[in-house]
């Protein structure tokens, strides 16, 4: 299993710019999340989805949206990418249960640059 | 809205010191996670806690949740130069939807 796949690694953008940053999950999970990480901020929530055909906002949904294509897919897009919006973003999946440990599993990470 | 701080937001230790970081909700969480995030890398789970005053413990890591699941901790004894990273505590929403991720600790173990 690869488990959480994101794509891609590393992308430089200009201000204006769009792009769509891609995330994968192998393990069946229902929930997903993006989240951008910047330093001394710790990770807050972009945007999640706790189901197939749902999407919510998170704590700093501005210049985001989102989609979620099938279970499996949960993609990020920037529509006009701004220099605040340099950060390294980070999906995460988990599979929600009352009864055993709720473990958020995360890619990789992209780290992205706004010139 | 619902916040999660941590405590401190840098630490350096003495390799073989003990270290601690501190966790605090604004509200009362059902349960609590702990997360490590290698220099470079992607959190990873390291521990959930759900009951009041629980305490659980992974080789040298001691995690413990307060009494009032508004607060809790994550000790370190002994620590290692394995155990350079940040920290992060993470609690759920009041709809647990999502998840609320302190600001980390992120520790420096000098050899």
């Known amino acids: 299993n690869a488990g959480v796949t994101q794509t891609p690694k590393f992308q430089v953008l200009k201000t204006g710019q769009s792009m769509t940053l891609q995330c994968a999950q192998d393990?069946?999970?229902?929930?997903m999340y993006w989240y951008r990480q910047d330093p001394g901020m710790g990770l807050r929530l972009i945007y999640y989805?706790?189901?197939?055909?749902?999407?919510d906002k998170g704590e700093v949904p501005n210049g985001y949206n989102v989609s979620r294509l099938n279970k499996r897919e949960f993609s990020l897009r920037l529509e006009s990418a701004a220099p605040s919006q340099t950060s390294v973003y980070f999906c995460?999946?988990?599979?929600?249960?009352?009864?055993?440990?709720?473990?958020?599993?995360f890619g990789p990470g992209t780290r992205l640059l706004v010139l | 809205g619902q916040q999660v701080m941590q405590i401190p937001q840098y630490q350096h230790v003495q390799e073989g010191e003990d270290f601690t970081t501190y966790c605090n909700s604004s509200?009362?969480?059902?349960?609590i996670q702990w997360y490590k995030q290698r220099p470079g890398g992607h959190p990873v789970f390291l521990i959930q806690?759900?009951?009041?005053?629980e305490v659980k413990k992974q080789k040298r890591l001691t995690f413990q949740f307060g009494e009032a699941k508004k607060n809790s901790s994550l000790h370190i004894t002994a620590t290692q130069t394995t155990d350079v990273g940040t920290y992060f505590c993470?609690?759920?929403?009041?709809?647990?939807?999502?998840?609320?991720f302190g600001t980390g600790t992120s520790l420096t173990v000098i050899p």
């Open positions: 995460a999946s988990s599979q929600p249960s009352y009864s055993v440990e709720e473990t958020q599993y």
């Open positions: 393990m069946n999970h229902n929930s």
């Open positions: 989805s706790a189901s197939e055909g749902t999407t």
């Open positions: 509200t009362t969480l059902s349960n």
């Open positions: 806690l759900v009951k009041s005053g």
């Open positions: 993470a609690g759920p929403s009041n709809t647990g939807n999502q998840f609320y």
